[in-house]
């Protein structure tokens, strides 16, 4: 089914460990971008993609790393967790940057 | 710092009231707002978005935007239990920023 698509959708991890979120979507679109989403503080944006091999900073880039080396998937990766990263993460991708942004469905990352 | 200010509620409506929802923000060359709804464990849907001074209207849904006063505002007519969520402002702004409001949540009484 066309959409976008997060995995895992649950991960416990711990300080200090490596972890990928994955995102993949289906419907070609342009622009991905990363959020995550705490209590207090709403969404937030970390990364962003106009394209293969293009990504730009959003927010809150610190302590993450987002490649794209194709159109429908957007990889974002803790390089080495740590507490303040448990969050919701949502994907999203859209046609353009200002264009209406769909979600995919989160995934929920609890570091130890 | 560009920013988005958002009223966090919660605002309590009665059945079949307008519920007034509003975002102001400080980027004036802002150009595209949009607003989401959040179900509590959802993710975020696009509910409308508005790129031009007045009203936008969908079904039940008015958007309002005055970028003279710098804000954007949703009311929802004929309220139900079911628009009961966290009501996100987004903005697209000059620089290509994207800033989300930290949400309104709105519960609607049966």
């Known amino acids: 089914d066309a959409g976008i698509t997060q995995s895992p959708r649950y991960k416990i991890t711990e300080t200090g460990r490596q972890v990928t979120l994955m995102c993949h979507q289906t419907?070609?679109?342009?622009?991905m971008f990363w959020y995550r989403q705490d209590l207090g503080h709403g969404l937030r944006l970390i990364y962003y993609s106009a394209a293969a091999d293009i990504t730009d900073k959003g927010e809150v880039p610190d302590g993450y790393v987002v490649s794209r080396s194709k159109t429908e998937n957007f990889p974002l990766t803790l390089e080495s967790a740590t507490r303040s990263q448990t969050s919701v993460y949502f994907c999203?991708?859209?046609?353009?940057?200002?264009?209406?942004?769909?979600f995919g469905p989160g995934t929920r990352l609890t570091v130890l | 710092q560009k920013e988005v200010e958002q009223n966090s509620g919660p605002l309590s409506v009665p059945e079949g009231a307008i519920a007034s929802l509003n975002c102001t923000y400080s980027?004036?060359?802002?150009?595209?707002f949009f607003w989401y709804r959040q179900y509590s464990g959802k993710s975020p849907e696009l509910i409308m978005f508005?790129?031009?001074?007045g009203d936008k209207e969908d079904g039940r849904f008015t958007a309002q935007l005055n970028k003279a006063s710098q804000y954007v505002s949703l009311l929802i007519r004929d309220s139900q239990p079911s628009d009961s969520a966290t009501y996100l402002c987004?903005?697209?702004?000059?620089?290509?920023?994207?800033?989300f409001g930290k949400g309104t949540k709105l519960s609607v009484k049966p």
């Open positions: 999203a991708s859209s046609e353009t940057l200002t264009d209406t942004q769909y």
């Open positions: 419907w070609s679109h342009s622009y």
């Open positions: 987004l903005l697209g702004g000059s620089q290509g920023n994207l800033i």
């Open positions: 508005i790129y031009s001074n």
């Open positions: 980027d004036r060359g802002s150009q595209s």
